[in-house]
């Protein structure tokens, strides 16, 4: 998902105190920033939210490769929107972070020095304009399955930037969809263009779930804390079981010769993607990952003046404001 | 580390005469900057027609931990109803 392989923390907490939190949860209770809640949970929200936030702002690179040469106008504006929400999503699961008591430098400084993560699914190049569809209809699309039950996670701040991130996201994966649909009508070489779109992310979009964690101690923990709320393969089985008939809508083939509508169990039987991929990828060498990374510490330090500038001309303002008082 | 913008409060009133909500955070550097960023991320898609924004720190809040003698004291006082108030039928609409 945007926040993959998330470890929850250890906690060493008064049991009491610990018994009494999990009772609020139990209760379905919202937890909210001032109340006490243990150290393990603000830690590993910490590390679930920045990743998070961390994602929606590098998931913008793959897309804002193709703002210039959209092919239309409609085309660019609708582009242009999508992943000007995409910024607000981070800034939005930035500040929900922040109300942990880590400061938005902090998390930003421990992206960029490799401390903290994003999602794997970012790590793969937008070669055609065929992938901003398919990024919209699968990407967007594998990022709803997690966010919509998120929204009810116990962490109020966490759970109001869902609510309001679930609001922006269906025109994101609509408008990918929409791109497929008009290209399916188009040439040959734009059917082929739609395909070899869908081969290569089809198995990226799979890997966003994370590998099997039915039973990895961190999601139980997670789970009854109310910080994920599906396992990894609970998901993936909802976003194939959706996903297949699109794609067959489209006149596509999912790259999977063992994916089979199973009677017995109502769900599609599918391949897991290769893991040894995402754990290179996580690790640092997927096909994209030096160039993210450089990208984003040359907006960070070539921002650094303007940050700067506008701090100085604020305090300036605010001082000349206080000696006319 | 470079000094961080400070965090400002962003409340939004819709369009339907309804008062300003909470409606999140952002940082920005002046009062006119965190207005305009507001518009930026909060309003994209017609949520409001009007913006106040509030440095964080300027708010003062209520403690949590006294949570139970602060707001119990409403709880039973269920005559502050107006269906704890029996009225007949037969009086009209009331
Ligand atoms: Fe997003
Ligand atoms: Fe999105």
């Known amino acids: 998902m945007y926040a993959q392989m998330i470890k929850s923390e250890a906690t060493q907490d008064d049991p009491e105190k610990l018994a009494a939190f999990q009772a609020r949860i139990d209760r379905g209770e919202k937890i909210e920033p001032k109340d006490w809640m243990p150290e393990g949970y603000r830690k590993t929200l910490i590390r679930q939210i920045g990743q998070h936030a961390h994602s929606e702002i590098v998931g913008q690179l793959p897309e804002g490769n193709w703002i210039t040469r959209a092919p239309s106008l409609e085309r660019k504006v609708n582009l242009l929107a999508k992943v000007q929400d995409e910024a607000g999503h981070g800034l939005y699961l930035y500040c929900a972070a922040e109300t942990l008591g880590v400061s938005r430098d902090a998390l930003t400084e421990m992206l960029l020095d490799g401390r903290m993560k994003y999602s794997s699914i970012f790590n793969y190049p937008t070669l055609t304009w065929a992938d901003m569809g398919a990024v919209g209809w699968l990407v967007d699309g594998a990022a709803i399955m997690n966010q919509v039950p998120l929204q009810r996670t116990s962490y109020g701040p966490y759970a109001r930037a869902m609510v309001r991130i679930c609001k922006e996201e269906s025109f994101h994966q609509r408008q990918g969809y929409h791109l497929l649909l008009k290209m399916m009508a188009g040439t040959d070489d734009q059917k082929r263009m739609c395909q070899d779109a869908l081969n290569r992310f089809w198995y990226p979009a799979l890997m966003m779930f994370g590998p099997s964690d039915k039973d990895s101690v961190h999601s139980a923990q997670s789970m009854a804390w109310k910080i994920k709320m599906n396992t990894n393969d609970e998901l993936r089985q909802k976003f194939v079981d959706e996903t297949v008939p699109q794609a067959e809508y489209l006149g596509l083939t999912v790259p999977d010769d063992g994916l089979v509508w199973n009677d017995a169990r109502g769900h599609y039987d599918f391949t897991q993607p290769d893991w040894s991929e995402f754990y290179n990828v996580l690790q640092g060498n997927g096909p994209c990952n030096a160039e993210r990374m450089a990208a984003r510490r040359k907006a960070w330090d070539d921002g650094a003046w303007v940050r700067d500038a506008m701090l100085a001309h604020g305090q300036k303002k605010a001082a000349r404001r206080k000696a006319a008082e | ?94």
């Open chain 2, 1 to 94: 580390m470079a000094q961080e913008w400070p965090l400002w409060e962003v409340f939004i009133r819709g369009q339907h005469g309804m008062s300003h909500r909470h409606v999140g955070s952002l940082h920005a550097p002046d009062a006119d900057r965190a207005i305009k960023n507001a518009r930026d991320v909060y309003t994209r898609r017609n949520e409001g027609v009007s913006i106040w924004v509030v440095e964080a720190a300027q708010i003062a809040a209520s403690n949590p931990t006294e949570k139970g003698p602060m707001f119990d004291p409403a709880k039973d006082k269920v005559y502050r109803h107006p269906t704890f108030y029996d009225i007949p039928d037969d009086a009209g609409k009331m």
